[in-house]
């Protein structure tokens, strides 16, 4: 199965701005669509966002109009854009497939954002 390596976190002051990227150890083009999960301190990891093949995307409301979620296939690599970043947004964030059938087992080893003055 594709394995993925994510990079790109950081501490950044409330209101920042971050930009993690995801690099696929083979193709993604067969996977319908890519999500970007985090996991805070104590808490269970969640979907942050999603994108189709199609470029659609979704996101969950908590970071609605702050996230902006992409990939390139040819690439094999998945982007998350985060501005206007809240103490709230602190976690590991880790990528995977999202469709078909929900992520993969295998999990990388995320990227650490911490969002604090």
């Known amino acids: 199965q594709v394995q993925f390596v994510e990079s790109g976190g950081g501490l950044v002051q409330p209101g920042g701005s971050l930009r993690l990227s995801c690099a696929a150890s083979?193709?993604?083009?067969?996977?319908?669509?890519m999500g970007w999960y985090r996991q805070a301190p104590g808490k269970q990891r969640e979907l942050v966002a999603h994108i189709t093949n199609g470029d659609t995307t979704n996101y969950a409301d908590s970071v609605k109009g702050r996230f902006t979620i992409s990939r390139d296939n040819a690439k094999s690599t998945v982007t998350l854009q985060m501005n206007s970043l809240r103490p709230e947004d602190t976690a590991v964030y880790y990528c995977?497939?999202?469709?078909?059938?929900?992520?993969?087992?295998?999990w990388g080893q995320g990227t650490q954002v911490t969002v604090s003055s």
């Open positions: 083979g193709s993604i083009s067969s996977i319908y669509a």
């Open positions: 995977n497939k999202f469709w078909p059938g929900g992520p993969y087992a295998y």
